[in-house]
């Protein structure tokens, strides 16, 4: 891997549940001892089903919600319990994207005011320069200077995402968090950011945490992928290595069932899983997947197994060797 950029080590999310008077009784794990790290110019894409934990990861990763335990780098800076000047500092090499680009945009604000608001916080550029640096941060994301003095119901979905990478771009980041940026989008829209965040990357050294339902461009977009099941990452693998397949059964599952252009021509030998995740409050002692598994053993429902390396993979399952061989 090229030089670190961002570094998460044992990253706890936990939610405190009922007890108004006594105090909490129960607790949910949102996130469970998630570690990963992010190279230089490097896209760590980020999936799983709903619920798995994806998004509060990423904005417990970008402090904008406090994580229960573990630790933060980014440019091997620890950021985990930074305050005030030292965590804006560090937010300045680190922006995110969000998911729905108008929520996200203010609406009472024009573009120009936007894109200027970080320029001012973070002292980029004078006031006088302020306009022109908006304009060239437009013209970065593929929109024209006339697109300033408008407001965001006055741009297409398109449009109002690519104001927010201008945004994001406006404090010379190293590191973008990708929230599902294109969810919200047209397809024909989706692949035009999509080659849009691909150039900026080529031409800026970014990195990109990038979350996704989409497997087809989760996979397409990135450098390595990180699969999350109920918490915790069970599967990390580089996005060359796809093709001779995964280790993990829930990782494995989860890609059998994405949609293919041709679904006759498609082979779906692996049969769909069964059941539900278990409640992230009530943990199972053992392997968190254990009960939706076909390969499920004895060891399975007692042990949880470590993330450990096999055949290049990172992967949580006590027979993810085996099974491999089989699914080959």
Known sequence: MSEIVLEVVDLVKQYPLGGQWFGPTSVAHAVDGVSFALGRGETLALVGESGCGKSTLAKC????????????????????????????AARRLMQIIFQNPYASLNPRRTVFKAIADPLRVHAICARRHRRSAAEKLLAQVGLGAEYLDRYPHELSGGQQQRVAIARALAVRPQIIICDEPVSALDVSVQAQVI???LRLQNELGLSYLFISHNLALARRISHRLAVMYLGRVVEVVESA?????????????????????????????????AGEPPSPVNLPPGCRFCGRCNYKQEICAATEPPLTEVDGHLVRCHFAGSLHAVED
């Open 61 to 88: 990763t970008m402090r904008l919600i406090e994580p229960s335990s573990g630790t933060i780098k980014i440019v091997g800076r620890d950021i985990t319990i930074a305050r005030g000047e030292k965590l804006r």
């Open 195 to 197: 080659n849009l965040l």
């Open 241 to 273: 290595d796809l093709e001779s397949g995964l280790m993990h059964p829930y990782s494995q599952a989860l890609f059998a069932a994405a949609l293919v252009p041709d679904p006759h021509a498609a082979r779906r030998a692996r049969q769909p899983l």
